[in-house]
């Protein structure tokens, strides 16, 4: 019989997390008064996860439901939101990342749209193809009218999404993409231009490595008529190259998905081809698949003294066999809206292990982010956690069976395996702000920065490394601090010494390529994709953009999305846009629109 209360084990919560918490994750009664505690809403967690052991004739309920609490408790890992948020309640959808498919009828885009309220409803993002509507103008011959088009019906689930808050916490996010070859393209290519349009949507275009050759000779292709399948004109595939990198220059949209690669990587091409994802874009997913994600904070996986420490491999190994135990029982305990939705996901038991708190991992090392050597490190990391997830993935498999489509997948004639993919790189904006780390894999955004720690009240804080160096290394002051306001790099402050300014690399002090190759280096060994944002500094170029995605494709990326400092201010895009609460930036994060220092939601 599980204990009611939860171990005792403290938890080290800065107010921030407290705040986060009391405002979207903690259960509230009917007048919306916070019911439970931080402590509490970790043991609800861990019991329901850890009780899906009994289907199986395991016993070790409440050994395992210790274990995931103590996992979160110390911040050394945290599932995706819904899961935290609804695990142990009556909802009980535990999943951030669902794709819909978008049929060529009224019925079947409609049915998309109902299935997109009750997800968002229960805090997860939702991505769609549209690949496979008629083109605007098309005939339609049930009505003898005339086709509104894929951007047309994109504005439809936009709508919807901004009737739908999530749970009462989360902010709708959708990712919406398109072929390369459909002949609405320029039209969504162009689709948020105008301010405010679809600002609830993450826009992509699908292109394969056809293409990006094309582009590379000044090349032609065929537009495709998805229900004639008939030519309907050409495009020349440099120049719609050259506008998607321009709209990128100006607005951070769109982003683009290497569809071919990501399909190489699909472990059921026999139970359907990978078109979409969620709104991140590091899940691709077949139709009416989900997933749920769950991330290793890698500074609780390194010893040794500031810009000394070292990996800790048997932390790491530990942490990723229980968090794939984790969530592999999260598959069983999620409650799905649709039993289609529910039949792919348990046929497939995907699940996405990722990591958290890299930069911050890497200045405890004393690696600066854009070294050769963090790039090295990067890979070799990633390598790890991917060959011990599989380990674990066939263990598990080894006692309750591999997942059903398995006779079917690229691993029939392997080892059974229990999941058929088992890492993802999320952004981990709102979980990293609990556990009080960078977040994902991307550099430090700024080493000051301020906190709105409750309503009406902010906290200034500096990077915490940087303060115990400074104090180490005898520079701290009044001064340095009042200095540091208002910049988002310290590489040009004088009195600083030079290998602390070299250590503490922001994103606005890292090269477009040395990202690109950042997001290379992680999706080297990640089943799934990378959430990773491009930074580029306000005087970049549209040539600057073209050079980062036509390196993102060569390089093996699944995508690639842009941010050029200060355009399009407060939309929803994979980075950017600045918040009212206190000058940070906002994020598309696990489905939500916040802030990635407050956590604000833009509302």
């Known amino acids: 019989m599980l204990l009611d209360r939860p171990p005792k084990t403290k938890l080290a919560l800065t107010d921030n997390a407290k705040r986060v918490l009391q405002k979207r994750y903690l259960r509230k009664d009917v007048r919306g008064r916070v019911v439970e505690t931080p402590a509490q809403m970790l043991w609800r967690v861990a019991r329901k996860i850890a009780s899906v052991n009994a289907r199986y004739g395991d016993r070790s309920t409440e050994r395992e439901a210790r274990e995931f609490y103590g996992i979160m408790a110390r911040l050394e890992f945290l599932p995706n939101s819904p899961t935290l948020m609804n695990a142990g309640t009556p909802l009980q959808q535990l999943s951030a990342c669902f794709v819909l498919p978008v049929e060529d009828s009224l019925d079947g885009i409609y049915d998309a749209l109902k299935l997109q309220a009750l997800i968002q409803q229960t805090g997860g993002g939702t991505g769609f193809s549209f690949s496979h509507l008629r083109p605007e103008g098309d005939v339609v011959r049930e009505t003898g009218g005339v086709a509104s088009g894929p951007v047309s019906f994109a504005r439809v689930f936009d709508c919807s999404t901004d009737a739908i808050k999530q749970g009462g916490r989360r902010r709708g996010a959708n990712m919406g993409i398109l072929r390369y070859d459909h002949p609405d393209i320029v039209k969504f290519v162009d689709a948020k231009l105008a301010e405010g349009a679809l600002k609830n949507f993450n826009v992509s275009v699908s292109v394969t490595d056809d293409f990006m050759r094309r582009a590379e000779h000044g090349q032609s292709f065929k537009l495709i008529n998805p229900r004639t399948r008939k030519s309907e004109g050409v495009l020349n595939a440099e120049r719609l190259l050259d506008r998607i990198c321009e709209n990128a220059w100006k607005s951070a949209e769109p982003g683009m998905v290497f569809v071919d690669r990501i399909e190489r990587d699909n472990p059921t091409p026999k139970i359907g081809r990978l078109e979409a994802t969620n709104p991140c874009a590091e899940q691709p997913l077949l139709p009416y698949e989900a997933c749920n994600l769950g991330s290793i904070n890698l500074t609780k996986c390194v010893r040794g003294s500031l810009g000394r420490a070292r990996i800790d491999w048997k932390k790491l190994a530990y942490l990723v066999d229980t968090g794939v135990r984790f969530l592999d029982n999260v598959v069983d305990a999620s409650v799905f809206p649709d039993r289609r939705i529910t039949a792919v996901v348990r046929g497939n038991r995907k699940i996405g292990l990722g990591v958290m708190g890299f930069a911050d991992a890497l200045v405890l090392m004393g690696m600066p982010y854009d070294s050769k050597e963090a790039l090295e490190t990067a890979e070799r990391i990633m390598k790890f956690v991917d060959e011990h997830a599989k380990e674990t993935s066939i263990r598990i498999a080894e006692a309750r069976g591999p997942f059903p489509n398995f006779s079917r997948s690229i691993y029939a004639k392997g080892d059974p395996i229990r999941n058929a993919t088992r890492t993802t790189i999320a952004p981990t904006g709102t979980i990293s702000m609990l556990a009080d780390c960078s977040s994902g894999i991307e550099p430090l955004y700024s080493v000051y920065y301020t906190k709105n720690v409750l309503e009406g009240e902010h906290l200034s804080e500096i990077n915490p490394y ?138």
Not at 520 to 546: C, E, G, W, Y
Request: overall charge positive; some cysteine.
């Open 466 to 603: 940087l303060v115990l160096l400074a104090k180490k290394r005898g520079f701290y002051s009044v001064k340095f601090v009042g200095s540091l306001r208002g910049r988002h790099t310290i590489r040009d402050m004088k009195g600083v010494p030079e290998d602390v300014r070299r250590l503490f690399v922001t994103a606005h002090d890292v090269t477009p390529e040395r990202h690109v190759r950042m997001q290379a280096a992680f999706q080297k060994h990640t089943d799934n994709a990378v959430s990773k944002t491009i930074n580029l500094p306000a005087d970049s170029s549209a040539r600057d953009v073209k050079n980062a995605y036509v390196l993102a494709w060569r390089l093996g990326c699944k995508g690639i999305t842009v941010y050029r400092e200060g355009t399009r201010l407060g939309q929803v895009i994979t980075a950017g846009g600045v918040c009212e609460e206190c000058g940070g930036t906002y994020a598309t994060i696990e489905g939500a629109f916040v802030c990635k220092t407050c956590g604000d939601s833009g509302e």
